[in-house]
């Protein structure tokens, strides 16, 4: 053997030995993995009748509600979309919180009247949303649309467009845009959900419209509207599935709004056919009716239009039943009518014919109930009675650890048997 071939063998040798004598290297330690905290996300389904849940399209959130807990939730009356919106975050009813209808007008301000586009905080003032009272707690807050949610609650306008002066809104908010697909409003969720501790929120909203849309276009037994059902489970699913996958577990209050009816071109009442000409104005048509009379029509008007009719019924808004609790704030006109149950009440004669489905009813018909599941690890099984949907608020509260407050409309009796105590 040549020499360099004995060297290179002792040095062979020599690192061998070096290797079977070396200690054993430690392993890196463990990467640590995070302990999330249960989040409470407040998903509302315009327009999800309660009897949606039976049409066998709904795998998830029906497994959430075998999961959880559910019952059939009246809406507030009236049974339209930013009344009840508001009363479910604020836990008092529309005669209260003062967003009375989807168009109100105030005496105070004759000239501009509210539509579901307005933003200005004067209209919402009168009672705190949850956001709010979770902010003022230290606990941050993100709405991937709410009606009322873009609004600087407690501010005032002194602009013309977007100049408001003080006021409080989630700390993280989303303008609502119907272009925004249910698929984006979810990932907007998840990607708040995603963020460091620090940024993350512990309360979230996210309001879906496509099958309230569905409903008033085909009517509530259309297949189309199930379809949409379907759809809309299938996005749940993705919201679900997504939050497992970052091991977050999650408190769902999932609600809708209101239900819906059918409707139809030939169940329409034409006030211009059975009340004096020029004496009276329609405010807001449809399921109900506002109108205010023409100076010096008053009698006239009263005369004509009180009273139960064929189809529909009308009050002085201090006579509306008290079962309503309805007809003391100043924003609600004069009077009120209110249409059976599949018929609407409108000023003109329809200008085509058309089959659909509305709501706006009387809110203890079996059409206008609304969606309600619970689930999470704050619920154990349960099928809860009828209750009415300012109970939502006080049950929003005790997920995040609010004490209850006093002044509301609601409270969580209905749920203390499926809530479990922390």
């Known amino acids: 053997m040549r020499w360099t071939s004995k060297l290179a063998a002792a040095v062979l040798a020599t690192l061998l030995q070096a290797c079977a004598s070396a200690p054993a290297v430690a392993p890196l330690p463990a990467v640590s993995q995070e302990v999330r905290p249960p989040v409470t996300i407040l998903i509302s389904i315009d327009g999800f009748r309660a009897d949606y849940l039976t049409r066998g399209v709904t795998p998830v959130m029906s497994r959430l509600a075998a999961e959880g ?5 009246r809406p507030s009356f ?20 003062g967003i009375t209808a989807n168009k109100i007008e105030d005496p105070e ?28 707690a230290h606990i941050r807050t993100g709405t991937m649309f709410w009606p009322g949610a873009n609004v600087a609650f407690g501010g005032r306008r002194t602009g013309h467009y977007d100049d408001i002066e003080g006021g409080a809104r989630p700390e993280d908010w989303a303008q609502f845009n119907m272009a925004i697909t249910s698929e984006q409003r979810v990932n907007g969720v998840l990607d708040w959900v995603r963020r460091p501790a620090a940024t993350r929120p512990r309360f979230y ?4 419209d496509t099958i309230d849309t569905a409903g008033h276009n085909f009517g509530p037994d259309d297949p189309r509207t199930t379809e949409a059902v379907a759809e809309i489970d299938k996005v749940i699913g993705t919201l679900v599935d997504g939050l497992a996958a970052m091991d977050q577990p999650v408190n769902f209050v999932i609600v809708a709004d209101h239900g819906m009816a059918q409707t139809s071109s030939e169940r329409q009442v034409a006030l211009n056919q059975e009340l004096p000409a020029g004496s009276y104005r329609v405010i807001e048509g449809g399921p109900y009716a506002t109108l205010e009379a023409m100076p010096g029509q008053e009698a006239v008007l009263e005369k004509a239009l009180l009273g139960r009719h064929a189809h529909y019924e009308c009050w002085r808004k201090a006579d509306i039943p008290a079962r309503f609790h309805y007809g003391s704030n ?20 329809p200008r085509k014919a058309e089959i659909g489905g509305n709501h706006g009813y009387d809110n203890f018909a079996p059409e206008m109930t609304a969606l309600f599941i619970a689930s999470g690890p704050a619920f154990r099984p349960g099928t809860l009675p009828a209750f009415d949907n300012v ?6 509260r005790d997920l995040l650890g609010l004490k209850q407050v006093e002044g509301l409309d609601g409270s969580d009796t209905v749920f203390k048997g499926v809530l479990i105590a922390k």
């Open 205 to 208: 909203t996210v309001y879906f």
């Open 78 to 97: 009236p049974s339209k979309t930013f009344p009840n919106h508001w009363t479910i975050v604020t836990g008092v009813r529309p005669d209260r919180h």
């Open 391 to 396: 109970d939502v608020y006080p049950l929003l």
């Open 69 to 73: 807990a559910s019952g059939p939730m």
């Open 109 to 136: 301000w004759p000239d501009k009247p509210f539509t579901m586009s307005t933003d200005d905080p004067k209209w919402w003032n009168a009672a705190e949303p949850i956001w709010v009272a979770a902010e003022k």
């Open 330 to 349: 100043e924003r609600i006109p004069p009077l009120f009518c209110l249409a059976d149950i599949g018929w609407q009440v409108f000023d003109k004669p």
